[in-house]
């Protein structure tokens, strides 16, 4: 696997382009890697998602309980 | 006969490829015209072009640009020095060139290994607000052809850990959403001479891609 490159330096402020050769077997342990984490991350948001949506869900509740808000109020998730 | 070209010449004045007078010329240097034939007063004062070098002296520097010409995995900056830097900022705009999203990692001397940093992100999407922390030095995410716009502040800490943090604006429309990410490498470092951001996917970084990278002092 080539990975292709712009490289600058600062100092001649010259820009090449440059190829830098990887191994396949590095390049997808580097994306199963970062496929993992996307997954982690999908997750830990469905769940905060989830968990804000059953806080705001029994506030209301209790709010309504308590007489401070109506039983028709409509909240957008 | 010389004495008489000596009273004759006393004055820088009288020369042929000199001004002929001094007046309105207070605090100006002199400089050779652009013809190259004689010598002519500059526009600006002598203090108004010490303040101008102190102003210079004092902002911060252009290091380096680059606009992505055509689709790439990495675009590099070598031949840096945070040691005399101490800061730099690197502003980008980025679009995707492939189909899938990919993060945006920013590497510090040529060490592309992901396990040697930690990135703790925070994200705003509306009212939802999450947060994680990842193995890898992400600076940016970008959607599927999405652009974004990220600038991401670098230095070497006191205790010689490269860090960052980096703030991005992605998506477009109703879906805008603000991601902040703080970062440093599992070990120390001795300068800064080299920064890269790489693409997650092959190829990714699209042609129209901008980044510009600014040092905070001038050493």
């Known amino acids: 696997m080539k990975l292709r490159g712009?490289?600058?330096?600062?100092?001649?402020?010259?820009?090449k382009e440059v190829f830098e050769e990887i191994s396949?077997?590095?390049y997808q342990k580097r994306l199963e890697e970062a496929k993992k984490a996307e997954e982690e991350m999908r997750i830990r948001?469905?769940?905060e998602a989830k968990k804000r949506e059953i806080l705001e869900r029994q506030a209301i509740q209790e709010l309504i309980k308590e007489g401070k808000l109506k039983e028709d109020i409509k909240i957008n998730y | 006969m010389?004495?008489?070209?000596?009273?004759?010449?006393?004055?820088?004045?009288?020369?042929?490829?000199?001004?002929?007078?001094?007046?309105?010329l207070a605090g100006k240097l002199f400089k050779v015209n652009s013809a190259e034939t004689a010598l002519e007063a500059s526009t600006n004062t002598d203090s108004e072009i010490a303040?101008?070098?102190?102003?210079?002296?004092?902002v911060m520097e252009k290091v380096a640009e680059v606009e992505v010409s055509s689709d790439c995995d990495y675009v590099e900056f070598t031949g840096l020095d945070g040691n005399s830097a101490w800061f730099y900022i690197l502003l980008a705009t980025?679009?995707?060139?492939?189909?899938?999203?990919?993060?945006l990692y920013l590497y510090v001397n040529g060490d592309t290994d992901n396990t040697h940093y930690y990135t703790q992100q925070l994200r705003a999407?509306?009212?939802?607000?999450?947060?994680?922390?990842?193995?890898?030095?992400?600076v940016a995410v970008l959607g599927e052809n999405e652009g974004c716009l990220f600038e991401v502040k670098i230095t070497k800490d006191p205790n010689d850990y490269f860090r960052f943090f980096s703030n991005v604006s992605r998506f477009t429309g109703s879906s805008v959403e603000e991601m902040i990410r703080s970062g440093t490498k599992t070990s120390t470092i001795t300068n800064i001479t080299s920064l890269r951001i790489q693409a997650q996917n092959a190829n990714a970084?699209?042609?129209?891609?901008?980044?510009?990278?600014?040092?905070?002092?001038?050493?």
Do not use: W
């Open chain 2, 125 to 138: 999407n509306d009212t939802s607000i999450s947060g994680t922390r990842i193995n890898c030095p992400t």
């Open chain 2, 51 to 58: 303040e101008a070098v102190n102003v210079a002296a004092n």
């Open chain 1, 45 to 47: 948001e469905m769940i």
């Open chain 1, 6 to 15: 712009l490289q600058v330096d600062v100092k001649t402020k010259e820009i």
């Open chain 2, 94 to 103: 980025a679009k995707n060139a492939t189909s899938s999203a990919y993060d």
């Open chain 2, 2 to 24: 010389l004495h008489i070209i000596r009273a004759a010449l006393r004055k820088f004045i009288q020369l042929e490829d000199t001004p002929n007078s001094y007046s309105g």
């Open chain 1, 24 to 26: 396949d077997e590095e």
């Open chain 2, 205 to 219: 970084i699209a042609a129209g891609s901008k980044f510009i990278l600014f040092k905070a002092r001038r050493g």
